[in-house]
């Protein structure tokens, strides 16, 4: 009966652990490259709703005619009603600076290579956050959005969780934990984008049925709006959260279903991103 050697066993053992390795260096390499694929996308996504929102918004106040804006936007303004439509003004503005904002404090190279810029565009964005969240509500419950309670709450929720978010990036930066400052930051990130999610993952809606289904176009009420109310933030802070824990796990099938979320995730936002560039932002720029 043949038999096999201590060499020979080391010998197998040494290719077993070789092959562990390169099935695990290639899980990691996954989840990366879902990750900065994802990122790429939404960046894409967003630079180009702050490029809408500048050209409709901006372009109508420095012509003298705030009034278009009411042409997508319901009650963005209102003759009579200089506050309220000062809030609103404030409101777009912040949404373009942090559109572009957010997007460069997620730039590891720019962070590791410009840690001044990355402190204070930090700083510009919290800022802009938080009075975006207050000036968001404001328009919600007293500027007459249009939607039903379930989605004013949804999205008030958002408005809440974006002040939290921000109140926990600041804390842990002052402490020095710069692991849960980072956390934080990427929870920040998404709920300042909830709404930008929302309108994403209506237009993928859309386009996967054909048409408006689950709502009502002209009354902009139904279980999908509501579903998606919440949806616009929960369901990417636990696609973050799998995220965060999946990536460094320590069996490799873990790392591979997060790069495989990763990837459905980035695949949903990219559809949803090209429908409502094509749909909504291009035809009013």
Known sequence: MPTVGAAGYRG????????????????????NWGARLWFVVTCAGQLMFGAYVAVLYGGAAL????????????HGYVAGEPI?????????LVATIIMLGGALQLVPALRARAPAFHRWNGRVYLAGAVLASFSGIYMLWFRGAVGDLAQHLGTSINGLLILLCAAQTLRNAVAGDFAAHRRWALRLYLCVSGVWYFRVGLMCWIAVNGGPAGFDPDSFTGPVLSFLAF????????V???????RHHAR?????????????????????????????WLPHM
């Open 12 to 31: 197998a053992s040494t290719t077993n652990l070789e092959q562990n390795m390169n099935k695990a260096e290639l899980s990691f390499s996954f989840v």
């Open 63 to 74: 012509h003298g005619k705030p009034a278009d804006w009411n042409t997508v936007m319901t």
């Open 84 to 92: 309220g439509n000062h809030i609103v003004a404030a409101h777009l």
């Open 231 to 238: 949806a616009q933030y929960l369901l990417p802070l636990a």
């Open 240 to 246: 973050l959260e799998v995220y965060l824990r999946g």
């Open 252 to 280: 490799t099938a873990a790392r591979i279903g997060t790069a495989g979320m990763l990837l459905l995730s980035t695949a949903v936002t990219g559809v949803g991103v090209v429908v409502a560039t094509l749909g909504m």
